[in-house]
């Protein structure tokens, strides 16, 4: 039986509920229990909790808050219904945050009274999980380029912060995002994690690594001179997007010639470049255990190449890469060749990598990247005031749909910071600008030095490129 309430309870039993309470407890006599309301604000619950009504009780549910909001959600995820992980950080460790509520078993008498406890397993806190992620850094990549996805029109872009010497993820943003204590309403384009979801040709970002290979097989030295004049392949014509008859295999990296290490590259057997891409870790899963993580798409088990398909190899084509992989081989090389695991949680130990690269050739191949952020480099615009950056630019044609270049465009910047001694690398990706130019120099490097000035500055790593004291000499 009801009894009448009052008009003071009958005002706040109204406002708890969402239908009349007569007619939702009629509706379910059959019920030992129901809910009148759920997610009911703090101040009502504790109103009615006063009231001391029979037959009325409460139940607190602990609920997760974001405080980093859209910076992280692609990356940290979402719970659903009792906190069970959705996506990202969440459902990977869904199975070590979520609690024990224990158990206890009661026996009662007829009126529901207490006789007695059966059994009682107390309920087990769930252990923290102390994530490599800083926050600051987090909010700092990604507000950056959530400016340069919209300032270009662009369908998303993604952003990877890793920390050269342990392989910890400093931060991982994805654009567009969402609001994760309020996602009922989000997209699936909002929800996915570009920069491990999504795969796409490397383009000039790659040519580091045909250097690297060429010093090694002494194809090359530092001060060769290449033919860099526009040539033929397989009927193909392969040309820069300015003209130099010839450059060393620093102007290559400053140039971006895509004729420079097309010839590289046919000078090699055919399998070289993918062993050598494969070694800094593309085309290979990280490992990380995050949700839908792309492979990409990688010729391991090729063995017939045509040579256009070994010279364009050479640029970025004919290969699919995560940004979070292309920021792990960018580690390896600023590591002076060493791979690291990859890690989303903060390591408390060291982590012994493995050698990859002999560190002399991947010293110098750093000391070459540094010219593509000088003046005449493609990549000037990602320069920051008192730092030596060593970066490379990057822009590949977007595949469409049914497989074919649509008129879209890739455009990248990734590097190492500081050159002098690496400490972080990072790699900004911009998928499909609309609006401006299309290049990796003109679109995602002058996102890259929005990011990395102010890393470097958070760090409180030195700057490197302060210039030396004039030294006054004085006569007698």
């Known amino acids: 039986n009801v009894r009448p309430l009052n008009k003071t ?23 030992e229990f129901l809910f009148l309301k759920k997610k009911s604000p703090m101040s009502l619950s504790r109103a009615v909790s006063q009231l001391h009504l029979p037959g009325i009780s409460q139940k607190y549910n602990e609920n997760r808050y974001y405080p980093l909001g859209e910076a992280s959600a692609s990356l940290i995820g979402v719970t659903g219904a009792e906190n069970r992980g959705l996506s990202g950080i969440e459902q990977s460790f869904n199975t070590v945050l979520r609690k024990d509520f224990g158990v206890k ?8 009274g207490v006789i007695s406890v059966i059994q009682y397993d107390a309920p087990e806190t769930a252990p923290a999980i102390r994530l490599s992620i800083d926050s600051v850094l987090q909010y700092i990549v990604y507000s950056r380029l959530r400016e340069g996805v919209e300032q270009h029109h662009a369908q998303s872009g993604a952003a990877v912060l890793v920390s050269v010497n342990t392989g910890e993820i400093l931060a991982m943003a994805s654009y567009p995002s969402f609001n994760p204590n309020r996602f009922s309403g ?11 979801n999504d795969s796409f040709e490397p383009g000039s970002t790659v040519k580091p690594f045909v250097i690297l290979e060429g010093l090694r097989r002494h194809i090359i030295s530092s001060s060769t001179l290449l033919d860099t004049r526009p040539f033929r392949v397989d009927g193909h014509l ?23 290490v097309s010839h590289i590259a046919l000078a090699m057997p055919s399998d070289a470049l993918v062993k050598t891409y494969s070694s800094f870790g593309l085309g290979k899963p990280t490992g990380l255990g995050l949700p839908g993580e792309s492979t990409g798409y990688f010729p391991f088990s090729r063995h017939r190449w045509a040579d256009i398909e070994r010279a364009t190899f050479a640029f970025g084509y004919g290969l699919r890469v995560t940004p979070l992989q292309l920021a792990r081989a960018y580690a390896t090389l600023g590591a002076c060749g060493v791979y690291h695991p990859l890690s989303v949680t903060r390591l408390s130990a060291p982590v012994y990598g493995e050698q990859v690269a002999d560190p002399k050739l991947a010293d110098a191949v750093i000391r070459m990247m540094e010219s593509d952020v000088l003046p005449g480099g493609s990549g000037v615009r990602a320069a920051v005031p008192g730092y030596r950056l060593a970066i490379k630019t990057g822009t590949a044609e977007k595949l469409g749909a049914g497989g074919k270049y649509d008129g879209g465009h890739i455009t990248y910047t990734a590097g190492v910071a500081p050159a002098s001694r690496p400490e972080v690398a990072l790699v900004v990706v911009i998928n499909n600008p609309k609006a401006g130019q299309h290049f990796g120099g003109s679109v995602a490097a002058p996102v890259f030095g929005q990011i990395i000035g102010p890393v470097l500055t958070r760090l409180k790593i030195a700057p490197d ?3 030396a004291p004039v030294v006054h000499r004085q006569s007698g």
């Open 9 to 31: 309870k009958g005002c706040l039993i109204a406002n708890f509920a969402t239908v009349p309470l007569r007619r939702t407890i009629q509706d379910n006599s059959d019920k």
């Open 105 to 112: 078993k009661i026996r009662k008498n007829a009126r529901g």
């Open 465 to 467: 490129a302060l210039r």
């Open 238 to 260: 392969i040309r820069d997007v300015g003209y130099w008859p010839a450059l060393t295999p620093t102007g290559i990296l400053q140039k971006s010639s895509d004729t420079g």
């Open 186 to 196: 989000a997209t699936s384009a909002e929800m996915r994690n570009v920069a491990i």
